[in-house]
């Protein structure tokens, strides 16, 4: 709890260094040695493994360690590997940049955007920029909040952090592009895995706290148009509890990618679903919460009773 609040009101401190960031640098400086020549769906699955592994094993001994000093310190562990792997408040505040750059120009728009999403910016009108970023909000929800979460509370921080760096590993290699789509490939498929029951209970949190769970079936039929097993679903969620359309035509990396609609209702967004949004995240966020401190309690109790 106290790791999550700490995000909520720091947010990812710019000024001190980031767990997350070491991910990246880590994964790009290992990419450009194992990428190339043959076997690159191997060589791919080879580094994700050990890396994914390596996070977890790194982490359980730093905690390890911390508590043989005292608990405090293997308590005060856990709780900065918990505010690292959060980015609830960070991903509201550039998803309101986003709007607030866009009420100043369609440019500034596209440009703060660019930062959080993948697609190609340049070309973006003003609903297409609004509508980008209230599915970023929704997909990240998942990934930034609900997901990690979701894995501490089955795994611990261990669990927790190695969920991060699979996410920090598709993020990166897993394209389907010339240069990723063979060496990313296994990276992309485990976090599909990662993220195919935490996806789907960010949807169902979703309505549950906007008090829209008879979009179940919106959700069901429309979580599927879309070319991630997962994205969808929390997309779908936003998209019927606002009753809009995402999806439709983008480019990434120069190329025109057709994506499947969500939703029906092709109507303008405006800043009012934006705080619409933003709350549904807000609340979503604390559900998840006491969702993950009751199933460890849950099962923490089981294992002692077989023990």
Request: glycine content about 8%; some cysteine; hydrophobic content about 45%.
């Amino acid at each position: 709890m106290l790791g999550f609040v700490l995000d909520q009101l720091l947010g990812d401190p710019e000024e001190l260094p980031h767990p997350i960031v070491g991910f990246g640098m880590l994964i790009a400086f290992l990419e450009k040695r194992f990428n190339k020549g043959r076997f690159l769906v191997a060589k791919g699955a080879f580094m994700t493994v050990i890396l994914v592994l390596s996070t977890a094993g790194l982490c359980s001994y730093i905690i390890h360690v911390s508590n043989n000093f005292h608990p405090f310190f293997g308590t005060i562990a856990s709780l900065l590997i918990i505010f690292y792997s959060l980015s609830a408040r960070t991903l509201r505040k550039e998803v309101q940049l986003v709007f607030s750059a866009l009420d100043n120009s369609v440019e500034n728009g596209r440009k703060q955007l660019s930062r959080i999403v993948g697609r190609d910016t340049n070309k973006l009108s003003a609903q297409q920029i609004r509508s980008a970023a209230l599915e970023t909000l929704s997909e990240n929800l998942c990934d930034g909040v609900i997901a990690p979460l979701f894995w501490f509370a089955l795994l611990g921080a261990p669990g927790m952090l190695a969920y991060k760096m699979i996410n920090t590993l598709d993020s990166m290699i897993g394209y389907k592009n010339e240069r990723y789509l063979h060496f990313g490939k296994f990276a992309a498929r485990l976090d599909d895995a990662a993220n195919y029951i935490p996806a789907r209970l960010t949807a169902m949190i979703m309505l549950l706290v906007s008090n829209n769970l008879s979009k179940t079936g919106f959700v069901a039929q429309n979580g599927k148009n879309h070319s991630s097993p997962n994205s969808g679903y929390p997309e779908a969620a936003l998209a019927g509890i606002l009753n809009c359309r995402f999806g439709g035509q983008n480019y990434y990396f120069g190329k025109l990618v057709e994506k499947p609609f969500i939703g029906t209702n092709d109507r303008k967004l405006s800043t009012e679903d934006l705080n619409k949004a933003l709350l549904i995240n807000q609340l979503s966020e604390i559900a998840m919460l006491f969702i993950a401190i009751i199933s460890t309690f849950t099962i923490q109790f089981i294992i002692q009773l077989f023990q």
